[in-house]
């Protein structure tokens, strides 16, 4: 039954997620696309966008929409209810416990270890939609290069231009380039 599917799936989300935002979007991927197929890489990319784009947690904003999706208003609660519970579990544990041993050594050796990790999955996951975006697809091979959507590098040199160098609101930078898009992609 799907309603189970999906709090299942996102349970595994929620409780193996750690790092948080950016960090889940390999665990996210994994149910949704690879082996649930609710999601072909395409949606899911759109579903990231969208994430960013409304107020909340990456992971919450993500269950919600594929829950909705695909099983209606019962299935955004149960998804959403599957990622958050296991997560307020663990805060809540892991918050007790490490503010009652941060001094220690080896705390600090364990967070100083996960932080490489935590970077990896982030890289990980935004070059696979890095490439979905400008290669049209989310893997490298020599082949993909010859299918370079050029409007699209264009527009991701200059929002990592004006981001670097003026630092504005990131809203600002999402208008413009919907702006842009609405131009280059639909007056060809």
């Keep these: 039954m799907i309603y189970w599917k999906l709090l299942w799936s996102f349970l595994q ?3 193996f997620s750690f790092g948080g935002g950016y960090g889940i979007l390999p665990v996210i991927q994994q149910q ?6 609710w999601l072909t890489m395409q949606e899911f ?3 990231i966008t969208i994430s960013q784009m409304t107020p909340g947690p990456i992971a919450l904003n993500a269950s919600t ?3 909705m999706r695909m099983a209606g208003v019962l299935g ?5 209810f599957g990622c958050i519970f296991p997560t307020a579990v663990l805060a809540l544990i892991v918050g007790h416990y490490y503010y009652k041993y941060r001094s220690l050594t080896l705390v600090q050796g364990i967070f100083s270890g996960l932080r490489p990790a935590v970077v990896s999955l982030i890289a990980s996951s935004g070059l696979a939609i890095l490439f979905l975006a400008l290669l049209g ?3 490298l091979s020599l082949g993909a290069f010859s299918h370079i959507d050029w409007r699209a590098v264009i527009l991701f040199a200059a929002s990592l ?3 670097r160098k003026w630092k504005p ?3 600002y930078i999402m208008l413009a380039t919907g702006a842009a898009g609405v131009l280059l992609y639909l007056w060809k």
């Design 161 to 163: 231009f004006v981001l």
């Design 169 to 171: 609101n990131p809203v």
């Design 13 to 15: 989300v929620g409780l």
């Design 45 to 47: 990319t759109d579903v």
């Design 137 to 139: 697809t989310s893997t």
């Design 65 to 67: 929409f594929v829950g």
């Design 76 to 80: 955004a609660i149960l998804a959403t």
């Design 32 to 37: 949704v696309v690879t082996e649930n197929h």
